[in-house]
């Protein structure tokens, strides 16, 4: 996409064709001869280190005509007739002129020389250089901002306070003639907003969204706290039955994140981008001063920044630098390279403003974030734009302790927040709506009333979340209609569950599912109440629910994000055939509080029977086999989860995580009552999990998780074990053990540690075959130690259920013992921007049947 400049050049040269051709008509007619205009374009370079040099202005010598050179020191110029000298200007090198060749394309490259004279005027300090970072002026300025960075920051302030309003609108963009001009859009032509196609965003956009927030933000040092107090917030909100609007918006907000020039990472779109100002910024940029401005005070240094490598997670772009003791970023300017090792990303742009206070300190006032995501460079798109405008500040005035209760970093929002009206906002807004945004709100509701939109929605929502609507009950998900196994055969399955149409206070789910080879029904229903008059798929939750069900399940696998009877998963490695009927009643109170804390209480009662080839057998006292036909289990159960900061996208059936830097604790315990509704065990299991993502700049990412559990009780049978989570689908799965078999590993005591690690193209990005590709590397460790003590393992324990066999009378469960169980796997992501692909290895207990040393496992992943 065209910048202005480029935009304008463009429009120069197609004018001056067309004069060319006139002026020929011309001459052929009056016999005056007119001299055509000279295309003439080139690099420009550093002439001692053959640098190239960016943002170089190039003009024409007795005219306004001029340009500049690129990222990649390329300049081209359309000079007129009768002019015969270019000019080349750099701050801190020596002006040169160039005579050029009329009436020919011709091609000059030019060598530039540090002017040292002109350096020292600039620069605080500095010598003739060339281009490097060793006594560079610009890299010496750069490290004064960097030095300077901790006095900059509010967190210099023992108490700061300011009044923020911010917005997010996001509008389909770059949309054809063709597009707006389809039937369904024949008679809502005000929807639509024409705007310059050199902008962002293209030439036609149709507004999608909008929000707005007006808030008080209060910050103390010490202790650490920042509070945002929500005086208004307003959305323009779509048919919750399609889309959860909180986590539309919560995405939104974590693709359009707050921009703080000052941190060492920028977050753009999930991905962290370094800081042109960060403490390593030098190692990874090449830093150039384009000017100095001289008619304020301080003066200002505007100076140029560029990736070393284009496709590394870096911006390109401006700063304006402070010539003062504070050396502020007085303005920045911030987008990315076109070759940016980024998913979706059309075009990025980024300002950030500042001005000085009356303590002499740079507080920022306004910042701009606009985004365009699209499939395809001519594609229609997204076009989001994020502004934030700060004013009111106020420093070092503490506030009543009131102020700063509660979390370390938390917004709250007002009772009345959401119930302002057009008159609220018209006075409140820092800065006036924008044409395309000015009737979003009522555009976008009258958008849901066209009917063809609402059957678009529709489908859409079935085939991404696997539900039709019909009023008061919505019919899925759909991809569980069929499947199959070795026990069941072909499985029939039909369901589906009441919507708030019904009630916003009772919901009720149910399915009904048929195995033509076991030739058995399972079914579930479930009846849940709402104590807080709330959708039961709506955050925070709180109610309380009873379901039965009766199905089947494999020991050993426990899925994220997908439903175990999923058609897709039908497909498995190996022997698949160790299954249990389960019968289930279960009783739960469920409640989510605001600062994402959450607890749940459960009662459960189940009868577990084997399937398959998999039995339950024990050694009577006469040393025979005993089969046992059915194990019944009675369980209280208490989990307690907080997950500070967390964001979702809340889908029909699952949350999509948003994943942040904030960890996520959560606390398990199960109790077996024996004797209470016929269970026949007691026992206590405690299990504990730490999930954390780590940023490492332009190293990529972990997610590292750590687990462990003990289950405290004799006697106990294997099914109520920690079966340890195993998978033998084709799919990558992150939370179990890719090579590992269903039922291979059973401990009472265990402890694990999964690392996921992600480099986003930090290797690839240097290698020039592969670059281009835009592919990422990722690498994992899982590994996990445990056992079983003597009362519950059935090799030295003969009360206990036998491990189960195979049809050769061969164990295929087993404890760990002194060696863990070690799993690592290499891969690339990012293959067409969606596909993952691992080869894993299993490092030990190779000796066990059926089992494999190395595998490919796919895993599809959509990522900016």
Do not use: C
């Amino acid at each position: 996409m065209m910048n202005k400049g480029q935009a304008a050049r463009s429009k120069m040269k197609k004018l001056s064709a067309h004069i060319a051709s006139l002026l020929s008509i011309v001459w052929l007619t009056v016999g005056i001869t007119f001299a055509q205009t000279t295309t003439v374009k080139g690099i420009i370079s550093d002439a001692k280190t053959g640098e190239t040099l960016p943002y170089v202005n190039v003009q024409v010598v007795g005219t306004t005509i001029g340009s500049t050179s690129d990222a990649e020191g390329r300049y081209s110029l359309s000079i007129p007739a009768n002019k015969s000298v270019l000019k080349f200007t750099y701050i801190g090198y020596v002006s040169i002129e160039k005579n050029i060749t009329q009436g020919i394309e011709q091609s000059i490259n030019v060598k530039m020389t540090v002017d040292a004279l002109l350096l020292k005027e600039v620069t605080v300090r500095g010598k003739t250089s060339r281009y490097r970072n060793k006594d560079n002026p610009a890299v010496q300025l750069i490290r004064e901002v960097i030095a300077h960075k901790e006095q900059n920051q509010m967190a210099a302030y023992d108490f700061v306070e300011y009044e923020q309003y911010e917005k997010i609108a996001l509008s389909l963009s770059n949309l054809s003639e063709s597009f707006k001009e389809r039937r369904i859009f024949r008679n809502y032509q005000f929807l639509f907003v024409n705007q310059d196609s050199t902008e962002i965003g293209g030439k036609n956009l149709l507004p999608a969204y909008m929000q707005e927030k007006l808030s008080k933000v209060y910050f103390r040092k010490n202790p650490y706290t920042k509070k945002q107090w929500v005086e208004a917030d307003r959305k323009a909100e779509f048919d919750s039955k399609f889309i959860d609007n909180d986590g539309l918006n919560a995405y939104f907000r974590r693709l359009y994140e707050d921009i703080d020039i000052y941190k060492n990472d920028i977050s753009i779109a999930t991905n962290l981008l370094l800081s042109p100002i960060a403490n390593t910024a030098p190692t990874y940029y090449k830093f150039f001063i384009r000017d100095t401005v001289k008619t304020q005070t301080p003066w200002l240094v505007e100076l140029g920044f560029v990736p070393r490598n284009k496709t590394d997670m870096l911006f390109e772009g401006k700063l304006f630098v402070t010539l003062d003791s504070n050396y502020s970023v007085q303005n920045a300017y911030l987008t990315v390279n076109k070759d940016i090792n980024l998913n979706f990303m059309r075009d990025l742009e980024a300002k950030l403003e500042f001005e000085k206070g009356t303590d002499g300190r740079y507080h920022p006032t306004k910042t701009t974030l606009g985004m365009e995501f699209a499939l395809g460079e001519k594609a229609a798109g997204l076009y989001g734009q994020r502004v934030m405008n700060f004013k009111s500040f106020t420093v070092n005035q503490a506030r009543p302790d009131s102020i700063y209760k509660g979390p370390a970093q938390e917004n709250v929002t007002a009772l009345l927040a959401v119930n302002k009206g057009d008159a609220y906002w018209n006075n409140v807004r820092h800065i006036p709506l924008e044409r395309l945004e000015r009737n979003i709100y009522r555009n976008v509701d009258t958008l849901q009333t066209i009917p063809s939109f609402r059957r678009t929605m529709d489908i859409a929502t079935l085939f991404l979340a696997g539900y039709k609507s019909f009023g008061i009950v919505e019919v899925g998900p759909v991809n569980t209609f069929y499947s199959f196994n070795p026990v069941e055969g072909f499985r029939l399955r039909f369901g589906g569950r009441t919507t708030t149409e019904l009630s916003n206070r009772l919901f009720f789910e149910s399915y009904a599912a048929y195995g033509f080879k076991d030739e058995k029904w399972k079914y579930f229903f479930s009846g849940t109440y709402s104590l807080n008059n709330k959708s039961v798929y709506q955050f925070p939750f709180h109610y309380v629910r009873a379901s039965f069900q009766r199905d089947t399940k494999i020991p050993g696998q426990d899925l994220q994000f997908v439903q175990e009877d999923n058609f897709l998963l039908s497909f498995k490695r190996g022997d698949n055939n160790r299954w249990l009927y389960n019968d289930i009643f279960k009783v739960e109170y469920i409640r989510e509080l605001a600062n994402h804390f959450s607890y749940r209480v459960g009662f459960t009662q189940w009868n577990q029977s084997p399937a398959g080839i998999l039995r339950y057998q024990k050694i009577d006292n006469e040393g025979n086999v005993q089969e046992v036909p059915r194990l019944k289990n009675t369980e209280l159960s208490l989990e307690l989860r907080y997950a500070p900061n967390e964001q979702f996208y809340q889908g029909k059936l699952y949350r999509t995580p948003l994943i942040n830097r904030s960890p996520i604790f959560t606390l398990r315990y199960n109790v077996g009552v024996k004797g209470f509704l016929s269970g026949e065990n007691n026992y206590h299991n405690i299990t504990a999990n730490i999930a954390k993502r780590f940023y490492l700049s332009q190293y990529g990412y972990a997610d590292v998780t750590t687990e462990g559990g003990y289950i405290i009780g004799k006697n106990i049978p294997f099914p109520l074990l920690m079966i340890h989570r195993a998978n033998q689908t084709y799919a990558y799965q992150l939370n179990s053990y890719n090579l590992m078999n269903f039922l291979e590993f059973v401990s009472d005591h265990y402890a694990s540690v999964d690392v996921q690690y992600y480099f986003n193209g930090f290797i690839f990005n240097k290698i020039p075959l592969l670059k281009k590709l835009k592919l990422r590397e990722v690498v994992s460790l899982k590994a996990l130690v445990g056992g079983l003590r003597d009362e519950n393992n059935p090799d030295k324990q003969s009360s206990v259920f036998r491990f189960p066999v195979d049809g050769q009378d061969k164990s295929i469960s087993y404890s760990l013992g002194r060696t863990p169980y070690v799993e690592g796997s290499v891969g690339i992501a990012n293959i067409f921007k969606l596909l993952r692909l691992d080869l894993v290895k299993r490092f030990n207990y190779l000796d066990h049947p059926g089992v494999s040393e190395w595998g490919i496992r796919a895993r599809f992943r959509v990522d900016f």
